[in-house]
């Protein structure tokens, strides 16, 4: 729904979740969508970042929040912790509160800590399911259960995965449920006449990459570079348009040819 569909309407609302740091894909996609016409909300969980190696960035929410006020849009920062089933209905409730109900729906949240087969401890894996895999299912049951009927055909749903496993099972394994998640709500959800879709964006670094690793990535894509949060913004910024409404129950590379 980029300005096409919303041209004279008022403007549609786009719930991103896991928009917690600027540097992130989260909050590109985000300022990408405002840009398109859509008022953004968000969600994040300030506390995940503490477990990160890049630590707390505590004002980010806020200056994400200001960039999409820049680019035109209404919009909310709602802090949420996904390991609570309850959280993704308190989700939807601040959202509709403040902005209206939700038309869009793209999740980048993720827990991500790396492990293998041997090292993973149970509540690591549980936590990756609770997050990626239960928190998502819960999110697209609430989005789908409040779709307001008078924008049937227009709804929208992207999911970004990952392809990632060896050494880092908990996250690659609970992203492969994710995508089954998202691709079965092309079908099931095919009532409300909306397009599921899921993107793997590849390798792209927002604070994670050693040195060692980004030459390897930029060695072995084919265009010579790594990622951006703006490459991925630009897909997900086409699924969600009019001109993107034939693509649907897909899973999308976004990465420069590095799979191929």
């Not at 601040?94 to 209206?100: D, P, S």
């Not at 060692?212 to 060695?219: F, N, Q, S, V």
């Given at each position: 729904m980029s300005a096409d569909l919303t041209d004279h309407q008022p403007r549609p609302v786009v719930l991103v979740t896991g928009v917690g740091r600027t540097v992130g894909i989260g909050a590109g996609i985000a300022w990408r969508l405002a840009e398109d016409g859509w008022d953004v909300a968000t969600t994040h969980w300030t506390a995940y970042d503490d477990r990160m190696p890049w630590g707390r960035h505590a004002d980010d929410p806020a200056t994400v929040a200001a960039g999409l006020a820049e680019r035109g849009a209404r919009t909310v920062a709602v802090e949420a912790d996904l390991t609570d089933v309850r959280s993704p209905g308190q989700v939807?409730?601040?959202?509709?509160?403040?902005?209206?109900?939700?038309?869009a729906l793209v999740m980048?949240?993720?827990?991500?800590?790396?492990?293998?087969?041997l090292d993973t401890t149970v509540e690591s894996f549980d936590r990756h399911y609770a997050v990626n895999v239960r928190a998502s299912w819960l999110l697209l049951k609430e989005y789908a259960e409040r779709f307001p009927a008078e924008r049937t055909g227009q709804g929208r749903v992207v999911a970004l995965t990952s392809d990632h496993v060896v050494h880092n099972l908990p996250y690659g394994a609970t992203?492969?449920?994710?995508?089954?998640l998202v691709l079965a709500a092309a079908r099931e959800l095919q009532d409300l006449r909306l397009?599921?879709?899921?993107?793997?964006p590849g390798p792209v670094d927002t604070g994670w990459m050693g040195d060692?690793?980004?030459?390897?990535?930029?060695?072995e894509t084919p265009l010579g570079r790594g990622g951006t949060p703006r490459d991925t913004a630009a897909l997900v910024?086409?699924?969600l348009s009019a001109d993107g409404g034939w693509v649907n129950g897909q899973l999308l590379h976004s990465d420069g040819g590095l799979h191929a």
């Open positions: 939807f409730d601040a959202v509709a509160a403040e902005l209206g109900p939700v038309t980048c949240h993720a827990e991500s800590v790396d492990s293998g087969l992203k492969g449920a994710l995508d089954r397009t599921a879709n899921v993107v793997n060692d690793l980004r030459a390897r990535i930029l060695d910024s086409f699924l």
